[in-house]
């Protein structure tokens, strides 16, 4: 997020969590908060909770005319007397951090410490502990977490997205000093989420999906050196799962993303102590079912160009071409989002439906049994899956799937 503080009591800025919104309360400051489309529910939620206002940045990507600092510079320049705190380039960031932070944790372990494990995201936290931990303790040695498709852990590399909130970007911030930390360690977003989750199972820690980043490369960075027991490791916990309770925490959200697998999904949410075993719909798989074969429009259509056919469809998947294809979508776009727009003024019928379109949606795959993705709906007005054999995406809905479950049933009378 960003958030600034104004004159009359009024800001914005670019923040990791929700210390911004927190702050403003605290000091009588009204916050415009600018977030990433990744950014969890629950986290606008509070954001709004708290009195903020919320803009959201077109692109998961920071640099970038649809990134978040771009936002963040329109926004500051349109409202004067703004004060834009930017913490991934302000210099009290690191220094609060070299002043508190690394106290603390060099007092509560005594002095004794020999690893010190965090990621990045302004790069405050591991630039200004890590700089004072080295020169109270000139053995350690500070290792940077970073996510996969991230380039802070890697400058120079290719971004590309990844699920994982908070940490990791498509540059490197300028409060985040590479000469401070020694060695950069990788983790997957399945790595982190699966991590995080077993956090709170064993040890009833509520942490986010970050947090379970940083752990899997302190306990994998152990495990390939064999680490005596006499070795410390210090391992910074920097979120709570608080904020994705829709997300990592969630059992749908994990197998429509993929980071579970349908039998696994099947033992976490329908455990056989609650369902019976022998499910309506166990018999069948998603591909069966007559769904809505979705429309395809093209990336560089208006609003008004398709706002007939978003009447007609309510739902169309978005692409360079306007055809069905294997890799191709871009996103898809809803007759809800286009309506929200529109009659809000925010969008005209002459604006792109880029500015409308979601890129962060998800396909299940067609072999899917229909009695898994019956509690999917549960939360869902419907699901998309895309057929194997034409390619084409296939929307799915409560009533074609109780249409396919009655006609079964039908035949077992």
């Given at each position: 997020?960003?958030?600034f503080?104004?004159?009359?009591k ?13 702050m ?16 969890s ?7 709004q ?44 960031n ?42 109270k ?6 290792f ?34 590479l ?17 995080a ?40 916990l ?97 007759s ?59 929307l799915?809905s ?10 079964t ?5």
């Amino acid at each position: 997020f960003f958030f600034f503080f104004f004159k009359q009591k009024t800001a914005y800025e670019i923040a990791q969590r929700l210390v911004g919104s927190e702050m403003c309360i605290r000091d009588r400051y009204k916050a415009i908060m600018a977030v990433l489309p990744k950014t969890s529910q629950e986290k606008t939620d509070l954001i709004q909770g708290f009195g903020s206002d919320l803009v959201r940045a077109k692109a998961n990507a920071s640099k970038g005319p649809d990134g978040v600092f771009a936002l963040a510079e329109k926004v500051s320049k349109d409202l004067p007397g703004s004060w834009y705190a930017s913490q991934f380039m302000n210099p009290a960031n690191p220094v609060t951090h070299y002043t508190s932070t690394s106290e603390e944790i060099f007092d509560q372990c005594e002095g004794k410490i020999d690893y010190f494990f965090m990621s990045a995201g302004t790069g405050g936290t591991i630039t200004g502990t890590g700089r004072k931990l080295k020169e109270k303790i000139p053995a350690i040695k500070i290792f940077g977490c970073d996510p996969v498709g991230s380039v802070i852990g890697s400058p120079g590399g290719i971004f590309w997205p990844f699920k994982v909130e908070g940490v990791g970007y498509d540059f490197v911030p300028a409060n985040c000093d590479l000469k401070v930390i020694d060695e950069w360690f990788k983790f997957y977003d399945k790595d982190a989420f699966d991590t995080a989750r077993r956090l709170m199972k064993t040890e009833g820690l509520m942490c986010g999906g970050s947090a379970g980043g940083i752990l899997w490369c302190a306990i994998d960075y152990a495990k390939k050196n064999k680490l005596p027991k006499d070795k410390r490791l210090v391992v910074v916990l920097p979120d709570t799962c608080r904020n994705y309770l829709t997300k990592y925490i969630n059992n749908e959200w994990l197998l429509e993303y993929g980071f579970i697998t349908e039998d696994l999904y099947r033992k976490y949410a329908m455990e056989t102590s609650l369902f019976p075993e022998k499910r309506y719909g166990d018999d069948l798989q998603l591909k069966e079912l007559t769904g809505k074969v979705l429309k395809v429009v093209k990336l560089d259509q208006t609003i008004g160009e398709i706002w007939k056919t978003l009447k007609e469809e309510n739902v169309v998947m978005v692409n360079a071409t306007g055809e069905a294809s294997e890799d191709s979508y871009k996103g898809l776009v809803t007759s809800k989002d286009a309506l929200s727009v529109i009659s809000t003024g925010k969008l005209s019928f002459k604006d792109k439906i880029e500015k409308i379109m979601k890129t962060d949606f998800c396909l299940l795959s067609d072999t899917l049994k229909v009695s898994t993705v019956g509690k999917v709906l549960e939360t869902r007005e419907y699901i998309l899956i895309k057929n194997t054999a034409t390619k084409m995406i296939v929307l799915i809905s409560p009533s074609s799937i109780m249409e396919k479950l009655e006609a079964t049933a039908a035949k077992q009378i």
